[in-house]
T-cell receptor, first 111, second 110 residues
Framework: DAGITQSPRHKVTETGTPVTLRCHQTENHRYMYWYRQDPGHGLRLIHYSYGVKDTDKGEVSDGYSVSRSKTEDFLLTLESATSSQTSVYFC??????????FGAGTRLSVL | DQQVKQNSPSLSVQEGRISILNCDYTNSMFDYFLWYKKYPAEGPTFLISISSIKDKNEDGRFTVFLNKSAKHLSLHIVPSQPGDSAVYFCAANSGYALNFGKGTSLLVTP
């Protein structure tokens, strides 16, 4: 997994609760990304980071926030989880702007 | 608005034959294209890529062809093996982000 660790790997939570997913890399790559994968949609970008404290929104950013206080960690927060945020979440890293390497994913269920 | 399209949700091929996976895109500003392979319960794995200045890139059994005028790329797998059974995603680079297609599920039968 190219030195990428996602935690937790599985989580079940209730509607309205806050949830934070963590992505940790050991590659010292500049760029980090959060995607979600849903049936019939492929992978869609939520947020990305191009450096410490430098983040930007992706295609499906509503309801999500991110933080990057260290090069190695990129956190994705669902402030108040909804059932529509049930999905598989993937973190990716990149040393250049082209090839991205993905973590193993976090399966999130919001009941 | 899907800028990268994989119009075949699934493909079945016999072992030893060629698998051809197709991808179309709409944004002429894309300058780098990638294919990822994904097994169930795992993250996508980078497979092969091609820059827009080339029309072909080969890596072992995998070859990617790019036709810029048609805004079309394809992935050829020769010969196909049962272990190639997976979902394949086409992606195109747009600035910092990748735009993904919805994927094609390839099944290679013995």
């Amino acid at each position: 997994d190219a030195g990428i660790t996602q935690s937790p790997r599985h989580k079940v939570t209730e509607t309205g609760t806050p949830v934070t997913l963590r992505c940790h890399q050991t590659e010292n790559h500049r760029y980090m990304y959060w995607y979600r994968q849903d049936p019939g949609h492929g992978l869609r970008l939520i947020h990305y980071s191009y450096g410490v404290k430098d983040t930007d929104k992706g295609e499906v950013s509503d309801g999500y926030s991110v933080s990057r206080s260290k090069t190695e960690d990129f956190l994705l927060t669902l402030e108040s989880a909804t059932s529509s945020q049930t999905s598989v979440y993937f973190c990716a890293i990149s040393g250049t702007k082209n090839i991205q390497y993905f973590g193993a994913g976090t399966r999130l269920s919001v009941l | 608005d899907q800028q990268v399209k994989q119009n075949s949700p699934s493909l079945s091929v016999q072992e030893g034959r060629i698998s051809i996976l197709n991808c179309d895109y709409t944004n002429s500003m894309f300058d780098y294209f990638l294919w990822y392979k994904k097994y169930p319960a795992e993250g996508p794995t980078f497979l092969i890529s091609i820059s827009s200045i080339k029309d072909k890139n080969e890596d072992g059994r995998f070859t990617v062809f790019l036709n810029k005028s048609a805004k079309h790329l394809s992935l050829h797998i020769v010969p196909s093996q049962p272990g190639d059974s997976a979902v394949y995603f086409c992606a195109a680079n747009s600035g910092y982000a990748l735009n993904f297609g919805k994927g094609t599920s390839l099944l290679v039968t013995p």
